[in-house]
């Protein structure tokens, strides 16, 4: 709620634009004779006319059983069952869901979430879902159903369940989208060619700019907060300069760096877990951009929940035992640059993955832990930061040196997209690198990068800075997402589903005070070992209940 003695007239968006632009920008491009918003019925009409979809769901559609379920901003969702299979149908109406009409939205944000998914798909399909239809004309697509017990990470977030798999998965599928679809990987033809198609998502872009980088820096009708707990807060927030500049030099990077296919919202809420598998969900947002986003995106909702733990509700008595569950990676035998120290991550005793997290005390909706349980998981989000980062670093340099050897004749890309759309790296067995041809993308041609005389010195330099300038980004761009999760228009569930208003306002006012620190400061913070030990150094201890009261900023 804002303020009422913020008085000052509201920024309005639509200014930014003239007029006739920001109009034609909400008209779909998916004819409007042919798109009509379907409800249950019309969910279930529609896929029983399609016969591949019927034979997926098997049995009579008479039979079928559908609900919505759409907790989401955007769309509306709708799960399937039949007696062989269930499905998932997930419909863009033209405007914000969350909002309403008067915020327009074109329709083909849907397309563009089967077409990055499919993309996905080609490097890690274990991580998404299949993607079994994609109809521009109705804005809908129709994907695989991610089965119990698969819940979405936000909700074990809360519950304070552990996912011992979680970094790993993480770091993979980003470690492979991102590079398979950058110049490290591709030439600049593919390169361009994907750019092109993804650049025609654009409202979607257009969504992230208002709410993600402006709206949360100025008084806008959109905004809302705790209060009059933040009031202070948020007033200091607007008239800080450092910060504001630091947000609009992230913004810049967003709307400049056209660096590889992102997700472009990859939250708590974007990714459904178990103890053994992770997808990826809800691309909608998807665009060539830079690769620190979706990162930075990733690592603030961490944040978010270690922040949220302080809050969150305790069980009466309990005291289970401290979990033995960590994230799947040893940060000693890796340094945060991604370099392997006496062995790789992957090197670790696999029985560790199928250990299972310490029993919560289950009380209500199972929300309710223990306050150790509550003080080990703070721990447990941290290395799973850590982790996730040292892994991602270690990976990405693994595939930027396999694929820069001049022994490599193709690119795995080639292989994995004959399916069809735009194929990644050169055809016909001629590789990216500029004109001397070799291995590696063109953004860092093999000639000059790994030639005879260089041995591993100049590929290893080259890939410090890029590792170095991408962990600076992230924790910007993670500065940005959680400032505008707090003060912004989108709130998060960790703080939202904390009752007393007191302790929700400390826990957010810590976080916003940490975001600002990071993200005006993020160029001293060369390593991820330096941002967990600041996150590990804001960690407070809760006493009955309570959180200790906020005495410093940062």
Known sequence: MENAELVEEPWDYSRSLKE??????????????LFYPLNESGALAYVARDANLRAILGGDPSGWEISEVGDGNINFVFILKGPSSCLVLKQALPYIRCIGESWPLGLERTHFEAAALKQFARFCPQYV??????????????????????????????????????????????????????????????????????????????????????????????????????????????KDSRLKVAAAQMKAKFCERAQALIHGDLHSGSIMVTQTSTQVIDAEFAFVGPMAFDLGCYIANVMLSFFSQDGLPLSPSSSPSPSSVSPDCDPSSVDDGGNALSSSPSSRDEGSNTEISAEMSEVDDGRRVSADRR??????????????????????????????????SSCPTEKAAQG????????????GGGEGGGGGGDAYPLPVYCGVEDGDTTLAIAQDEFLRELLEDSVGFAGVEMIRRIVGIAHVEDFECIDDVEIRAGCELRALRFARSNLVNRREIPTIHELVHRLSMTSKIRSGGQVAPETSKF
């Open 375 to 408: 003080h080990s998981y703070k721990q447990w989000l941290v290395r799973l930061i850590e982790c996730t980062w040292t892994i991602f670093a270690h990976k990405l340099r693994l595939l930027w040196a396999e694929h820069s050897s001049p022994s490599v």
């Open 20 to 33: 006739g632009e920001y109009r034609a920008c909400s008209i779909p491009k998916a004819s409007a004779d």
């Open 129 to 238: 879902p299949t993607i079994y239809k994609d109809d521009r004309s109705m804005a809908l697509l129709v994907e695989g159903y991610c089965a119990p017990p698969h819940v979405i990470l936000r909700k074990g977030f809360i519950k304070a369940e552990e996912y011992p798999l979680l970094a790993e998965h993480v770091a993979d599928v980003l470690s492979k989208a991102l590079f398979f679809t950058s110049l490290l990987s591709c030439d600049t033809s593919a390169h361009r060619q994907l750019t092109a198609e993804f650049c025609e998502n654009v409202q979607m872009r257009m969504v992230t700019e208002q709410v993600v980088f402006t709206e949360p820096y100025v008084l806008s009708r959109n905004n809302r907060w705790t209060t009059p707990q933040l009031d202070n807060e948020v007033m200091d927030l607007r």
């Open 420 to 431: 069809g759309g735009i194929k990644l790296g050169r055809g016909g067995g001629e590789r």
